[in-house]
């Protein structure tokens, strides 16, 4: 059995400083229509209800990305070729959320074989990078900011790698013709979205601090407007490298020099990242983790995400617990719902890291039993008073303190669905609002090293998710395919930090024991709670559940719950596809 100790209360105080600086905030206003497929899409976005399709649907965080990938899948690509087009311009449009300089984590299900697989695409910590890396002289972890602005946070960059290698394995389309669409939006420009202009504006300072990144995002030294048309030459022609000579490029030859250069030489915060690192590089397979839910199978990623355990352990906490009956404005089942995530976030911040580097009891966590005497500490009238990690099966005993990494809300998702029955679903992110705001050859470079804790040690006793050479950083993507009878029957994802989680959690509620259909669950109103505090979202009909909840012992929290959820559900009757109404994203099927 596990052994554990460590000092409750830390991540949660460590987290909730993060989720006070907000760097993506909202977006109320919608981009402007593309095309008719676009507008299409957003009017069933505005009215709330769900796109319809037969045959194909992507659901992307922006319409320029949207109608890139039902391009791809119109012509009978799959959702693989479908994916590398729609990152490739996300990472244009969308630049502060994820591209070519970050990660990513994808869940594949083959409509052929019926197997489901999932692909690790993370950032990896340079050879050089140690238990040092994010203190001070004195020891001390640093202020946050003052770690990811500059070299220091950037981590190996993954997404290329995976496009390559997703594409290698479920690709049938050309693979250079896959970045036209990019390409040409990056030399003929794009129209600057009303998130973006508004989130260039709020990190204007941070922004600056690199040359490149300043003329590109603050011209004239203005930032960037909406509506504005945007060039990113540097951008096309990194494109048109991987696309005429594939990713490896990234990683071998100029621009992986030039990213070293970029990062060993950012002033003021220099990073470790070398030639070597970048070099080495690898995606890895891996197998899903799958947990039983009202006779549905949810699977989702395995470390380093601590995505798919933590979903999946919410879930399972929850199984035996009638939320049909309660409904979404039962006190009572959020309640159910928010203690559930709090024992989960318990053994998350304790247990999970990069399987590769520690023993993780990914079986222990989601084992029927374990669940079982878990869930019965929900069997009360109130909320939990205190909440501590559980003790899960290991096959040798093991003492991990607490972590305390904390995660900003920062990364896109992408859904497909494409008409040969493969199903993919990949959270792709370069963490911070911006990464490290090093610009190099056309796109961002990642933070994704700040997603370690920041301390090796905690009273003499280690942190699983430590930074250690070539280790993956913990993260919370969720990508999820919830199947049924073996077949998908639900796609799901979101960007939003450690509340991915929730959010993720809360749409399959929604969706299957509340029987809303994509466009409605993705829309509820988010209530999350990791670590005691219940956050409720401000300005929606949530807020009526605060007094309940504060009744039944939660401290309530109001505050904007900036998710991006994009979900397709398969039934006998086609495809539904739903786009989060919080961000800019669409749903396009046929």
């Keep these: 059995m596990a052994v554990w100790a460590g000092a409750a209360g830390l991540p949660a105080r460590a987290q909730e400083a993060a989720d006070a600086v907000v760097p993506e905030a909202a977006t109320e206003t919608g981009q402007q229509a593309i095309s008719g497929m676009s507008a299409a899409a957003q009017e069933a976005k505005a009215a709330g209800v769900p796109v319809t399709a037969q045959d194909w649907m992507v659901a992307v965080a922006n319409p320029y990305a949207a109608e890139a990938g039902a391009r791809v899948l119109a012509a009978g690509g799959t959702a693989a070729d479908a994916m590398v087009a729609v990152q490739a311009v996300l990472g244009l449009v969308e630049p502060q959320s994820s591209g070519l300089g970050g990660g990513a984590f994808l869940l594949w299900h083959d409509g052929e074989s019926g197997e489901t697989t999932t692909l690790d695409g993370r950032e990896k910590a340079p050879l050089s990078a140690g238990p040092t890396l994010f203190l001070d002289q004195d020891g001390q972890p640093l202020k946050f900011f003052d770690a990811v602005v500059g070299g220091r946070s950037v981590g190996v960059p993954g997404t290329p790698a995976l496009m390559q290698t997703a594409h290698a394995r479920w690709g049938r389309s050309d693979w250079a013709g896959l970045f036209s669409d990019a390409i040409r939006l990056a030399e003929e420009g794009f129209i600057v979205s009303p998130r973006l202009a508004m989130l260039v504006a709020a990190d204007a300072e941070r922004l600056g601090r690199d040359p490149v990144a300043r003329s590109y995002f603050l011209p004239d030294g203005h930032p960037v407007a909406e509506g504005q048309l945007l060039r990113n030459p540097e951008y096309a022609a990194t494109l048109r490298t991987i696309a005429g000579q594939g990713a490896r490029q990234v990683y071998v030859g100029r621009i992986a020099k030039a990213i070293v250069e970029k990062v060993q030489g950012a002033e003021g915060n220099p990073g470790r990242l070398s030639e070597l690192d970048m070099s080495l590089y690898d995606v890895i397979e891996r197998a899903p983790v799958c947990v039983p839910y009202r006779g549905h199978e949810v699977c989702g990623m395995g470390p380093p995400s601590s995505g ?37 976030f318990a053994d998350r911040g304790r247990y999970m890291a990069d399987s590769d580097f520690v023993p993780v009891p990914v079986k222990g966590l989601v084992e029927a039993d374990y669940m079982a005497r878990r869930a019965a500490l929900l069997r009360r009238d109130t909320a939990l008073s205190e909440v501590e990690p559980g003790e899960p099966e290991f096959d040798h005993a093991l003492n991990w303190a607490d972590d305390d990494a904390i995660e900003l809300p920062s990364t896109s998702h992408i859904s497909i669905v494409d008409s040969y029955g493969n199903a993919l679903s990949m959270t792709t992110t370069i963490e911070n609002a911006f990464g490290s705001r090093l610009m190099v050859a056309g796109f961002l470079l990642n933070n994704e090293l700040t997603d370690f ?63 809303m259909d994509v466009q409605q669950a993705v829309t509820l109103p988010h209530l999350v709670n990791r670590f005691g505090t219940y956050d409720v979202e401000e300005g929606s009909a949530a807020a009526a559940l605060g007094e309940p909840l504060k009744a039944l012992g939660f401290n309530v929290e109001t505050r904007a719950l900036n998710s991006g959820l994009h979900a397709i559900a398969l039934g006998e009757d086609g495809l539904t596809g739903g786009a989060d109404p919080r961000r800019e994203g669409i749903a396009i099927g046929e």
């Design 453 to 515: 804790s920041f301390r090796s040690h905690r009273d003499g006793v280690p942190v699983a998710n430590r930074v250690e050479p070539g280790k993956r950083p913990r993260s919370s993507m969720a990508p999820t395919i919830v199947l049924k009878d073996g077949e998908p029957a639900l796609v799901v994802g979101s960007p939003g930090g450690s509340r991915i989680i929730g959010y993720v959690a809360k749409t399959i509620v929604a969706h299957i024991d509340w029987g």
């Design 308 to 344: 798919g355990l933590t979903v999946g352990q919410i879930l399972g906490l929850l199984s035996d617990f009638d939320l049909a009956e309660m409904g979404p404005e039962s006190a009572e089942a959020w309640r159910l719902i928010g203690d559930a995530s709090r024992l989960a």
